[in-house]
């Protein structure tokens, strides 16, 4: 659907955001593959999208989750909401990425996840 956005001026930057959300959904239907295939076209699609913050975001998300690694994905979503507050579905759909990828006892020590909007 972003792509559509794309050929309209007046709603080219919501492609961003759609982008974003699809990519969330992928990580949150436990498809890494998926999301890092989706985010290779999203940036063939929109070069700009490349430079965002949220396809940094998701990278970074998608490193994270590889590597196991729960510190960073919880500093990655702590830094990225500091700036971008998400809103209520996007808090929805980091909490259940954060449920499939991330162990229960190191989600206990780490941040948790919350709503700022």
Known sequence: MG??????????????????????????NDDLIGAKRALMNYSIEDPHFDDSREHTFLKEICSAIENRDDATFSTTV??????????????QLIVKIKEIYIPEEAAMGGAVVGNSA
């Open 78 to 91: 702590q830094k990225f909401i500091k700036m971008t507050p998400f809103d209520k579905v996007k808090t």
């Open 3 to 28: 792509h559509k956005f794309l050929k309209t001026p007046l709603i080219k930057t919501n492609a961003k955001d759609l982008f974003f959300k699809a990519g969330l959904c992928y990580l949150a």
